[in-house]
């Protein structure tokens, strides 16, 4: 496959979370983000190898599908005319035999850069998953499974067409490559994510059209659909943030695009524009060092395993037949197969708690953003869920649910304050205290470091100072948790929780927990009451990150994944990656709790 560096802007979410598909006997990968990549493996030999993984799970010797193609890769150069299938079958054997990958890659001095770049390309697209089946009863009866897991980006049942495209020439604004596939089909088509992970990117593009831009869960691939339906392009309630499950429906095939003007057919057959971007680092997301894959290989790949779907004739919507989850996914729904919370917990006999956690920033009268909204607004949300009976709880309500089996009310539901803005204490805390509800504030030692120096309190752009936050502990109705305290910073492409060029696991685990302990002593210190949960900067995960806030004592944490929390009674990782909804202007807080 041929691969492309250019310059354009995209917006990039980081994770830093590894896939499935990471073997014990992998050689350490290269150092430092990789600049360039030319992945020309074919789909046969994608399907062999991941025949011979799956075929091993159960096997003492376990194979990894990555592993063996970057052999082949380091070895012939990243040529693979003359791979057969049958040389898979005769490394498969050798590493059976009790050689290790490391022993057999000693002296291929590219492996590590071709297991790092092959990686990237195809990292969480074979793994655990489980098949739903609905039982007579009710109740969901899952299987758990292994092997390919991505789909084909077109619903089954609906022709296409499509040839190698990529690289070829497009004059629309200026000369430029083609930088994705295209996929021939009918308007109406209906489009599926390849890949689970969180909608980074929703609306017009004068290229593209209407498009979607999805990131996986570890940060690595940016799934680009574009040239969506005129009108009504995207599925219903697809919206910014919000989590999708590999097989979903996200949009429907269309020709838009190709103009300044919003929602305009300027291009002049249906297709799907389907693109793979890598992002090793965030500087290349819209820098001078992009990297894009050709997906033509891939897309015969997924031939295999394309989503079935169901056309409501009422809404005419779509929607994926099967029931399908992958719980390994972090930040996924924990039931994404969209069988609903009830489903979810006659599948596991355990108590489940459906827990609405709503995300505030800034309550003012004025500046209007998708973060602020007034306080009338805000009133407004408090005197709904008063008047429909639902009672706010906090961090350690939910803990001692989980850990204890303490009860909760009947509608409980969470809401959080991000970055510990001064206008959430001026509007917030006597609305709090007019309707007896309570709330988790998420603060920046940083922020509040600044705003103690300054002594000056503005609505508008100062924050809670440490006497503030010890007078919020002791009202009862906040509970001051932990957002960093030097990590909400954006700094040389790196932000939140982002592991820090050259720097090596134990050094960034060490940085990270550092900094949370600083933060929990300090709020300890403060206001009497240590705290027990953590919100991701940004909504950036980290797989370290966790590890780290687990060193610091922290029970909870919680991420800015869009989507319903589901607390399971002695399941203590209920508690991790919580999802929570944000309360932009324009729509009540009933929207997201109902």
Not at 423 to 433: K, M, V
Request: net charge neutral.
């Amino acid at each position: 496959m041929k691969t492309i560096r250019i310059c354009a802007s995209l917006l990039a979410l980081a994770f830093l979370i590894p896939a499935a598909g990471v073997s014990a006997n992998e050689t350490p990968e290269t150092d430092g983000p990789v600049k360039w990549v030319d992945f020309n493996v074919p789909a046969r030999l994608m399907k062999k190898a991941i025949e011979l993984d799956a075929e091993s799970q159960s096997a003492e010797a376990r194979l990894c599908w990555i592993d063996m193609l970057a052999y082949f890769g380091a070895k012939n150069g990243g040529a693979f005319k003359k791979v057969k299938t049958s040389d898979l079958d005769g490394l498969a054997e050798t590493l059976r035999s009790g050689q290790t990958m490391g022993e057999l890659t000693e002296k291929l001095g590219q492996y590590g850069y071709f297991r790092k770049a092959y990686g990237a390309v195809l990292n969480g697209l074979v793994g655990a998953y489980e098949a739903g089946t609905e039982q007579p009863d009710g109740s969901i009866a899952w299987e758990p499974r292994y092997g390919l897991r991505a789909y084909a980006p077109l619903a089954k049942g609906y022709d296409f067409s499509h040839f190698d495209d990529f690289g070829d020439r497009r004059s629309y604004g200026y000369r430029r490559r083609h930088l994705g596939h295209d996929l021939m089909a009918l308007t109406g088509t209906p489009i599926i994510a390849a890949e689970s992970g969180i909608v980074e990117e929703l609306g017009w593009n004068r290229y593209g059209g209407w498009r979607v831009g999805i990131r996986s869960f570890d940060g690595l691939r940016y799934w680009y659909y574009a040239h969506m339906r005129q009108n009504r392009p995207y599925a219903e309630g697809l919206t910014e943030g919000q989590t999708v499950t590999a097989g979903d429906v996200i949009g429907y095939v269309g020709r838009t695009g190709y103009s300044t003007n919003e929602n305009k057919n300027n291009i002049k057959q249906s297709h799907l524009h389907w693109g793979l971007q890598l992002i090793f680092d965030e500087s290349q997301k819209d820098g001078d060092n992009q990297i894009w894959i050709d997906l033509y290989e891939i897309t015969k790949l997924l031939l295999s395993r394309r989503s079935e779907t169901v056309r409501n004739p009422e809404t005419k919507e779509h929607t994926r037949a099967d029931l399908y989850r992958e719980a390994d996914h972090p930040g996924a729904p924990r039931h994404p197969s969209g069988a609903g919370d009830e489903a979810f917990r006659k599948a596991d006999p355990r108590e489940t708690v459906s827990l609405p956690v709503i995300m505030y920033h800034d309550i003012l009268k004025s500046r209007k953003n998708r973060y602020t909204i007034t306080p009338d607004a805000f009133e407004s949300d408090l005197k709904w869920l008063c008047e429909n009976g639902w009672q706010t709880v906090g961090v350690q309500d939910i803990i001692d649910y989980v850990e204890k089996g303490a009860a909760l009310p009947e509608k409980p539901v969470m809401l959080t304050f991000d970055d510990g803005y001064y206008n959430n204490l001026f509007y917030a805390d006597p609305l709090l205290e007019q309707y007896q509800m309570k709330a988790v504030i998420f603060v920046v030692g940083d922020y509040t470091d600044k705003a103690v120096m300054e002594g000056v309190k503005k609505q508008h752009s100062s924050y809670i100072l440490w006497d503030d936050q010890r007078r919020m502990a002791e009202s009862g109705r906040w509970e001051i948790q932990n957002h960093s305290y030097h990590l909400h910073r954006i700094k040389g492409g790196v932000r939140g929780v982002s592991r820090l060029r050259g720097e090596d696991d134990e050094a960034y685990r060490a940085r990270l927990r550092d900094d949370f302990q600083k933060l929990d002593d300090k709020i300890e210190t403060v206001t009497g009451v240590r705290p027990q949960a953590f919100a991701y900067p940004f909504g950036h995960l980290a797989e370290m990150a966790e590890a780290s806030l687990r060193d610091a004592g922290h029970k909870a944490s919680f991420t800015s994944c869009d989507g319903i929390a589901l607390l399971r009674m002695g399941d203590p990782e209920s508690l991790r990656l919580i999802q929570r909804r944000l309360r932009a202007p324009g729509k009540g807080v009933k929207a997201f709790v109902e």
